[in-house]
């Protein structure tokens, strides 16, 4: 069942606030285009503060915000000068992520510190970040989380067994805090993409085979957040979800088809 949050149309009678982390390119960068090109006053986050200060420079109006969601006194620091110069949030996007391809089966080991990165901030930091952020979500008269997960938490890329592990947990998450803030002004939102072309995939020497161009993922996917669903599968992400409850070992199979 697709389930739809009553998101108010007249939303313009709000001054519209988007936080969004990992906003230095990719999905974050794309995302804060396209709300800054409807009026919405931007905050974009990540840690490469030169990268937010020429997006910025590019959309006047964008607030650039060092926020290393892996640090909880960076993510303590943000949160107190956005709330000290915003009345509110009213969408907090959690986008931050790296995707590593990691190989156990090796006889050198993963390092640890790597590993440790990359749950830190596609999962504990995306919670941290939830956390410190919902008081200035809670003064909205309305307001909505927005988890960006992936498809391979439902049916991992087992080349990148972490990153995929991570989304799962993201996934479980989401599901918990849409629970737990049934009855607030906040709802909850998972975005699952497919591959999309971003600089995620940076470790690759090319973009992944069938990865959904980014503009083509955003016009999906703010049709997906004005609809008011609570759950936006964007194509092989929907595929990914629907195939891991009907035929979990076929689809595992054709996801890591190219892996040896």
């Known amino acids: 069942m697709i389930r739809r949050r009553n998101y108010p149309r007249r939303r313009h009678l709000v001054e519209e606030v988007v936080l969004i982390t990992g906003a230095t390119s990719g999905i974050g960068a794309g995302l804060a285009i396209r709300f800054h090109a409807r009026g919405a006053h931007v905050i974009i986050t990540g840690r490469n503060l030169s990268r937010l200060n020429a997006l910025a420079a590019e959309h006047p109006g964008m607030t650039p915000t060092i926020m290393d969601v892996v640090e909880p006194e960076s993510v303590r620091r943000a949160m107190d000068k956005i709330a000290a110069s915003n009345p509110h949030i ?13 190989d156990f089966s ?7 510190a790597d590993i440790a990165d990359e749950v830190a ?3 504990t930091g995306l919670v941290d970040v939830t956390s410190a952020a919902l008081p200035l979500l809670h003064r909205a008269p309305y307001a909505r989380v927005v988890h960006v997960s992936s498809g391979l ?12 592990a991570t989304k799962a947990a993201v996934h479980s998450f989401t599901i918990s805090l849409r629970h737990q803030l049934r009855h607030s002004n906040i709802g909850v939102v998972e975005l699952i993409p497919p591959v999309v072309d971003t600089p995620l995939h940076r470790a690759m020497s090319a973009a992944p085979p069938m990865a959904m161009p980014l503009e083509k993922f955003l016009d999906r996917t703010m049709a997906g957040l004005d609809s008011g669903r609570d759950d936006i599968a964007i194509g092989l992400g929907r595929m990914s979800v629907i195939g891991s409850r009907l035929a979990p070992s076929i689809l595992l199979k054709l996801i890591n088809r190219d892996t040896h």
């Open 153 to 164: 938490g439902f049916v991992p890329l087992t080349g990148a067994p972490v990153y995929s």
């Open 121 to 123: 901030t596609n999962f």
């Open 90 to 102: 009213t969408t907090l996007i959690n986008n931050a992520g790296i995707q590593r391809p990691l």
């Open 106 to 112: 090796s006889h050198v080991r993963p390092v640890i």
